[in-house]
């Protein structure tokens, strides 16, 4: 269950994803398998090749891509979200959610 973020956000990453962009989401979330994590980050791409390549460069493995609808995206938790982020300069996105 996703909190935290405004319509306008998540239809400008569907947007990006759509196009082929490796977009960005990161929400507040709760899912009762993983009590310890408060957040997650979607990267997202419709160009699985290109998904694919950007999870090689951060050692994410091509079967944990979720391949939903027209969405297929890596959710990243903890501290490789943390670690991510930060190397992908979104800084923005580790102060509002105060990771």
Excluded at 19 to 32: P, R
Excluded at 43 to 51: F, I, P, Q, W, Y
């Amino acid at each position: 269950m996703a909190f935290g973020i405004q319509r306008q956000e998540l239809e400008e990453w569907k947007k990006k994803v759509k196009n082929g962009e490796i977009a960005f989401l990161t929400h507040f979330w709760y899912d009762a398998r993983f009590p310890n994590y408060t957040t997650v980050t979607k990267v997202g791409c419709s160009d699985l090749e290109k998904l694919l390549a950007w999870g090689t460069k951060y050692n994410l493995r091509p079967e944990w891509i979720h391949k939903r609808d027209s969405f297929p995206h890596f959710d990243l938790l903890g501290e490789k979200q943390k670690e991510i982020l930060q190397q992908e300069g979104l800084i923005d996105h580790l102060k509002r959610f105060r990771l």
